[in-house]
């Protein structure tokens, strides 16, 4: 739930309904390969598959140059239903490479897709609005309602506009973005991120695609409060932030008590998306 670092943004792509992982490296996006191979092939175990085709392939090795024309494989942070882990990732041009040595079906649809989304992160930085419009796609792809998704890209904003605060008056690293965020959590639910998810049945799952509406909105009451505190006070270093965090998460706190009081519900649900009947395209409700 933190925010992103400077270097590093995570997101998840669809080819043919099957997630694949990227992240952003250096204004870069950059493939985890196990999910190329599972997509591509058939193999059991697709981590096997990539030591075998390293074997066999000599450019395809970790320290590989490529001969000096395609950048080596990373290995590049992701959140894991284990913990954070660091993942075996290529660009775009060692993905491709990578396709020329895997026989499948799938190798020129699939070469398509790389293209269309390896640009993408061009596209966005000239139009900032084109990364909504797709994530609202991805969204809509995976059978979230309309005014869900509505809902959520309100709260990604609302999320981006106070990030960008934090990185202005001081936070450096995602410890800080963390701790930060958890701090607003706390004040209004009454708990941190991890314990949260407990709550929702989650695991490397982002929290926010699992909220209720109410929960969604109540977040970002939480998170444009305390960007308004920041700025009221001109808020500089973690002890003025942090302070502001938790007043912010306060202000959504009483909102929170006074719904349950008003309902006589508690607002926080165990409801998540993996339960829903996409099919019957069924709202997350409050």
Same mark, same amino acid.
């Given at each position: 739930?933190?925010?992103?670092?400077?270097?590093?943004?995570?997101?998840?792509?669809?080819?043919?309904?099957?997630?694949?992982?990227?992240?952003?490296?250096?204004?870069?996006?950059?493939?985890?390969?196990?999910?190329?191979?599972?997509?591509?092939?058939?193999?059991?175990?697709?981590?096997?598959?990539?030591?075998?085709?390293?074997?066999?392939?000599?450019?395809?090795?970790?320290?590989?140059?490529?001969?000096?024309?395609?950048?080596?494989?990373?290995?590049?942070?992701?959140?894991?239903?284990?913990?954070?882990?660091?993942?075996?990732?290529?660009?775009?041009?060692?993905?491709?490479?990578?396709?020329?040595?895997?026989?499948?079906?799938?190798?020129?649809?699939?070469?398509?897709?790389?293209?269309?989304?390896?640009?993408?992160?061009?596209?966005?930085?000239?139009?900032?609005?084109?990364?909504? &419009?797709?994530?609202?796609?991805?969204? #809509?792809?995976?059978?979230?309602?309309?005014?869900?998704?509505? =809902? $959520? !890209?309100? +709260?990604?904003?609302?999320?981006?506009?106070?990030?960008?605060?934090?990185?202005?008056?001081?936070?450096?690293?995602?410890?800080?973005?963390?701790?930060?965020?958890?701090?607003?959590?706390?004040?209004?639910?009454?708990?941190?991120?991890?314990?949260?998810?407990?709550?929702?049945?989650?695991?490397?799952?982002?929290?926010?695609?699992?909220?209720?509406?109410?929960?969604?909105?109540?977040?970002?009451?939480?998170?444009?409060?305390?960007?308004?505190?920041?700025?009221?006070?001109?808020?500089?270093?973690?002890?003025?932030?942090?302070?502001?965090?938790?007043?912010?998460?306060?202000?959504?706190?009483?909102?929170?008590?006074?719904?349950?009081?008003?309902? &006589?519900?508690?607002?926080?649900?165990? #409801?998540?998306?993996?339960?829903?009947?996409?099919?019957?395209? =069924? $709202? !997350?409700? +409050?």
């Amino acid at each position: 739930m933190s925010g992103p670092d400077n270097n590093h943004e995570s997101r998840v792509a669809l080819f043919q309904s099957r997630e694949i992982r990227r992240t952003l490296h250096n204004e870069e996006w950059w493939f985890v390969i196990t999910d190329i191979i599972a997509v591509l092939t058939a193999a059991a175990d697709p981590s096997d598959y990539w030591k075998k085709m390293r074997r066999r392939d000599p450019d395809l090795s970790l320290n590989s140059q490529g001969g000096g024309q395609i950048d080596p494989p990373l290995a590049l942070a992701f959140e894991t239903a284990g913990g954070r882990q660091k993942l075996q990732c290529w660009n775009t041009q060692g993905i491709f490479r990578l396709i020329q040595s895997i026989p499948s079906p799938k190798a020129e649809p699939f070469k398509r897709w790389l293209a269309k989304v390896g640009k993408e992160r061009l596209d966005e930085i000239e139009n900032p609005e084109l990364a909504m &419009g797709r994530m609202q796609e991805l969204y #809509e792809k995976k059978g979230y309602p309309k005014e869900w998704i509505d =809902k $959520r !890209l309100r +709260g990604i904003a609302v999320r981006q506009d106070l990030t960008d605060e934090w990185k202005q008056r001081g936070v450096t690293n995602r410890q800080e973005f963390a701790i930060l965020t958890n701090e607003i959590m706390h004040g209004t639910f009454a708990l941190n991120v991890d314990e949260y998810k407990q709550v929702k049945a989650l695991a490397r799952e982002n929290l926010r695609d699992h909220m209720t509406d109410i929960e969604l909105i109540l977040t970002m009451l939480a998170e444009a409060t305390t960007t308004k505190l920041h700025r009221d006070r001109d808020s500089v270093g973690m002890l003025p932030l942090k302070k502001d965090a938790k007043d912010g998460g306060a202000v959504a706190g009483r909102t929170r008590k006074d719904i349950e009081k008003q309902t &006589g519900k508690p607002v926080i649900s165990q #409801e998540n998306f993996k339960l829903l009947d996409v099919k019957k395209s =069924k $709202r !997350l409700k +409050g």
